[in-house]
């Protein structure tokens, strides 16, 4: 069964946007807080935005203020509005189920995720 399907990257330049959707099945999506995560090539995979199922936000001081997560809980779709991207941001970008900021157990296995690259 497939839970996660993360979708939207490309390929764009330093300072342009990109809106990343995430697809979850219901069982996952339900009643969960939702985080984006991202992994660079040769990093460990990081905790970049949460949102709880009451729409609380929060998000690592690397892309706050550029970086939007939000949710549609009627269409089981986690959002991620990239703005300012930076080639730092460069990375494979996935989403999960998770119990808010703060917290490591994720609910699902991994979903292959979608390529960012920012060009400087």
């Known amino acids: 069964q497939v839970q996660l399907v993360e979708s939207g990257g490309g390929l764009v330049q330093a300072g342009g946007s990109l809106r990343l959707s995430c697809a979850a099945s219901g069982r996952i999506f339900r009643n969960n807080a939702m985080g984006w995560y991202r992994r660079a090539p040769g990093k460990q995979r990081e905790l970049i935005a949460t949102i709880t199922s009451d729409g609380n936000t929060n998000y690592a001081d690397s892309v706050k203020g550029r970086f939007t997560i939000s949710r549609d809980n009627a269409k089981n779709t986690v959002y991620l509005q990239m703005n300012s991207l930076k080639p730092e941001d460069t990375a494979v970008y996935y989403c999960?189920?998770?119990?808010?900021?703060?917290?490591?157990?994720?609910?699902?296995?991994w979903g292959q995720g979608t390529q960012v690259t920012v060009s400087s």
């Open positions: 999960n189920a998770n119990r808010g900021w703060g917290t490591t157990l994720v609910f699902a296995s």
